[in-house]
């Protein structure tokens, strides 16, 4: 029996970027398949915690470029973005680095203490190298950001 299997994403309606009926792929040897609209899932990985790699929680005028590994080929990132230890009101919007930051948020919070997270599917343009975090409002939190898969 093989550790590897297939299955279909059955779409209503089609999807930015994703035709409907795309193929996803499961396993150990998801991203062997380069097909486009494949979603390649990984083993998730952790991208930033400010937690750790930043001595202070974001400001929500703060703006980041973050490298993303393994993305360069790809059409688009699986994000799951999670705010914790909020402070007032604020968002988070994530875009490819060198796209312009939508005008939609990708995680919102409303009051102190919060812990929140959002999966976010982040289309890109060749060649992409990152993502840009990107806050609004006028609260802080810490931010942290797991990386789930890609987008053949």
Do not use: C, W
């Given at each position: 029996?093989?550790?590897?299997?297939?299955?279909?994403?059955i779409?209503?309606?089609?999807?930015?970027?994703?035709?409907?009926?795309?193929?996803v792929?499961?396993?150990?040897?998801?991203s062997?398949?380069?097909?486009a609209g494949l979603v390649e899932?990984?083993t998730p990985?952790?991208l930033?915690?400010?937690?750790?790699?930043?001595?202070?929680?974001?400001?929500?005028?703060?703006q980041?470029s973050?490298?993303?590994?393994?993305i360069?080929?790809?059409?688009?990132?699986?994000?799951?973005?999670?705010?914790?230890?909020?402070?007032g009101?604020g968002?988070?919007?994530?875009a490819?680095?060198?796209?312009?930051?939508?005008t939609?948020?990708?995680?919102n919070w409303?009051?102190d203490?919060?812990?929140?997270?959002?999966?976010?599917i982040?289309?890109v343009?060749?060649?992409a190298?990152?993502?840009t975090?990107?806050?609004g409002?006028?609260?802080?939190?810490?931010?942290v950001?797991?990386?789930?898969?890609?987008?053949?």
């Open positions: 029996m093989s550790l590897f299997t297939r299955r279909r994403l779409a209503a309606a089609p999807v930015s970027g994703l035709a409907a009926g795309a193929a792929a499961f396993g150990p040897n998801a062997a398949a380069a097909v899932l990984v990985f952790r930033q915690d400010s937690r750790v790699n930043e001595p202070d929680k974001y400001d929500t005028s703060a980041d973050l490298a993303v590994p393994g360069d080929g790809k059409s688009g990132v699986i994000l799951n973005v999670t705010v914790t230890e909020t402070e009101a968002f988070f919007r994530v490819d680095a060198f796209e312009a930051v939508p939609t948020s990708n995680i409303y009051g203490g919060q812990t929140l997270a959002n999966m976010a982040v289309m343009a060749p060649p190298t990152g993502i975090v990107q806050g409002g006028d609260g802080r939190a810490h931010l950001i797991d990386v789930l898969g890609f987008v053949a």
